[in-house]
């Protein structure tokens, strides 16, 4: 089941695991420049509220009552973050993750199964955040903030009928018997971690288009497609919305102003580097490497 | 007044042991000095001589020792502040609602929590 706490989507799968629980946060980000360099990860500015679309049942869309979940407000060209957090215990999940149901790591069209080749979800932990669209090895294009309509966003570019917008993630929880024997021989993973590196050679509304180059390893699947539970899976919309229709649905201001000049300012200095885990990271999408960037569309 | 049964501090003083077994940090003098407190008086407290701290002490206990907040604050007859003005906004409707799950197995509670209701997309 999912639970909306603390403005985090809080997974947790008691009918499997008491350990398997996954948090789930959005969180605001710079935007970095789209100038073809590779920029480190952007300063944070706290986790977008998040409300049940079930609370204002007679002020969203009808659409977005059919297709449940939460919404949040974003301003245009904002930046966002999927951030995991995950307990001590460390229950591995493997998470879908789509904006316009276009598949943030591979480009392809939602489904609700996990594929494996080219892997279509990340794992968490150890992933710890996703902050674009998988364009290449260790490399994501920034999620941004785009009102549908203007072409910008992935689901726009790349689906025959774009009407979706918004965020979906999908959490399928380890299966119980392997994270007993994770947890008693954790060395066991690690030599799985390999055999998978060999499997995988590859790797109004508002939608999410595509910013400038973030450096960030997708990491691969280090325990082998058979351990996750894909008959136990979560999943939940994410329904993106301006702050004028934030205002006009929820009758509030929306709690943060964008970010201003002197946050970017600030930022040119506290950009810090990530040490990455030697873990094999995901190859990319040449499919959402393609497309075009919110920059060069402005270019036209 | 002093709870007649001192399930506030055997509890404490039971969970503070255990961790102390393993980790020296949690001496009754470190552990008052984390959340600001003479460590007479935490003793006091956990041989029951004197009544449970404030909310805001218990929070930082609950924190320090690794244990659920609600649960001390329930230990000790308190409710957490957050707790009481939702209670406070619908009084007759959530006393009629703990009253109704006072019987309730845990898994019954559990299907009541709400849910992010998934759609059909």
């Known amino acids: 089941m999912i639970e909306l706490m603390n403005d985090s989507l809080c997974f947790s799968f008691p009918q499997v695991h008491p350990d398997a629980k996954l948090e789930i946060s959005f969180i605001r980000t710079l935007r970095i420049p789209d100038d073809g360099a590779a920029y480190p990860d952007p300063p944070r500015l706290g986790a977008f509220p998040m409300v049940h679309v079930d609370d204002y049942e007679n002020s969203v869309p009808a659409q977005w009552l059919e297709w449940g979940g939460v919404m949040l407000p974003m301003y245009q060209s904002e930046a966002l973050l999927v951030q995991f957090g995950f307990g001590k215990t460390r229950y591995p999940f493997a998470v879908k993750l789509a904006a316009g149901k276009i598949n943030a790591l591979t480009g392809d069209a939602w489904s609700n199964d996990l594929t494996p080749y080219p892997q279509d979800y990340a794992v968490s932990p150890p992933q710890e955040e996703i902050s674009g669209y998988c364009v290449g090895r260790g490399v994501v294009r920034q999620f941004i903030a785009m009102p549908l309509g203007l072409g910008s966003t992935a689901e726009e570019q790349l689906a025959d009928n774009p009407k979706y917008g918004g965020v979906q993630v999908c959490a399928y929880p380890m299966k119980a018997e392997e994270f007993e024997r994770f947890s008693k021989s954790p060395d066991e993973f690690e030599v799985m971690s390999g055999v998978n590196e060999e499997q995988a ?89 393609k497309l075009r960037t919110i920059e060069a569309q402005a270019g036209d | 007044m002093i709870p007649k049964e001192n399930v506030f501090g055997e509890f404490v003083r039971e969970k503070r042991l255990a961790l102390h077994k393993e980790d020296k940090n949690y001496s009754l003098r470190k552990v008052a000095m984390r959340i600001q407190v003479e460590p007479s008086y935490l003793s006091k407290v956990e041989r029951g001589e004197q009544p449970p701290p404030s909310e ?28 009481q003005e939702v209670i406070r906004k619908r009084p007759a409707l959530f006393a009629q609602l703990i009253r109704d799950l006072k019987d309730m197995p845990d898994n019954a509670v559990l299907r009541i929590i709400r849910e992010v209701r998934d759609g059909n997309w």
């Open chain 1, 201 to 289: 050679p590859f790797h109004a509304k508002m939608g999410l288009g595509l910013g400038g180059l973030l450096g960030q390893d997708v990491k691969l699947d280090p325990f082998g497609y058979d351990v996750w539970d894909r008959q136990n899976r979560s999943r939940c919309f994410v329904h993106l919305t301006d702050s004028a229709l934030w205002t006009a649905v929820t009758g509030q201001d929306p709690p943060a102003a964008p970010p201003r000049a002197m946050h970017y300012n600030l930022a040119g200095l506290p950009y810090h580097e990530e040490i990455y885990a030697p873990t094999p990271v995901h190859e990319g999408s040449r499919i959402l490497g």
């Open chain 2, 56 to 83: 805001a002490k218990i929070v930082l206990l609950a924190e320090d020792l690794g244990e659920d907040k609600d649960v001390l604050l329930a230990l000790s007859g308190k409710v957490s502040s957050d707790i």
